[in-house]
T-cell receptor
Framework: DAMVIQNPRYQVTQFGKPVTLSCSQT?????MYWYQQKSSQAPKLLFH???????NEADTPDNFQSRRPNTSFCFLDIRSPGLGDAAMYLC???????????FGPGTRLTVL | QKEVEQNSGPLSVPEGAIASLNCTYS??????FFWYRQYSGKSPELIMF????GDKEDGRFTAQLNKASQYVSLLIRDSQPSDSATYLC?????????FGTGTRLTIIP
């Protein structure tokens, strides 16, 4: 089945220790997104790729970086996680402008 | 700033009844609207999307859009306990979605 896969599902890191979250998709969608979602809040878009074009949201902290080495994979790097970065990180894909987005299962990040 | 507003709930509905979820949006340029269901601790799952004014039905779900009033709704008929979840409304102008904070729905057996 075509799908969006995120690894790991749960990630525990220490304050200030870099962490990388990964996302892969078999849908062959050209747009990939990274969201941060905290409890009882709306998903917050961090950035997205339209093909290889990177689009950063204005309020995304510099601590968050992303890489998309090919169509199928996208990575979220958190360079120095703080306690406030503990959240669910969601990867999503869509096929074109204005189309529906499909989410992966998410990675729950805990910062100690 | 683009905003999508939802009543956070909780909304409690007896099993078998109709659940009505509402959403308003601020950006008149929004063209596509989406309803996602999110179970606690899980990721959002697409339920329905709607582009045109009027109603769109899919099984027990009906999405309604009124662009003049900037209003979107989701009706769930014959509500089941498995429908208990948070429902997120989202609006899209381009490839980005603006989400509401969601309405928590509880179906009472």
């Amino acid at each position: 089945d075509a799908m969006v896969i995120q690894n790991p599902r749960y990630q525990v890191t220490q304050f200030g220790k870099p962490v990388t979250l990964s996302c892969s998709q078999t849908l062959n969608h050209n747009v990939m997104y990274w969201y941060q979602q905290k409890s009882s809040q709306a998903p917050k878009l961090l950035f997205h790729y339209y093909d290889k074009d990177f689009n950063n949201e204005a309020d995304t902290p510099d601590n968050f970086q992303s890489r998309r080495p090919n169509t199928s994979f996208c990575f979220l790097d958190i360079r120095s996680p703080g306690l406030g970065d503990a959240a669910m990180y969601l990867c999503a894909t869509s096929s074109e402008h204005g189309n529906e987005q499909f989410f992966g299962p998410g990675t729950r990040l805990t910062v100690l | 700033q683009k905003e999508v507003e939802q009543n956070s709930g909780p909304l409690s509905v007896p099993e078998g009844a109709i659940a009505s979820l509402n959403c308003t949006y601020s950006d008149r340029g929004s063209q596509s609207f989406f309803w996602y269901r999110q179970y606690s601790g899980k990721s959002p799952e697409l339920i329905m999307f709607i582009y045109s004014n009027g109603d769109k039905e899919d099984g027990r779900f009906t999405a309604q859009l009124n662009k003049a009033s900037q209003y979107v709704s989701l009706l769930i008929r014959d509500s089941q306990p498995s429908d208990s979840a948070t429902y997120l409304c989202a609006a899209s102008e381009s490839e980005k979605l603006t989400f509401g904070t969601g309405t928590r729905l509880t179906i009472i057996p």
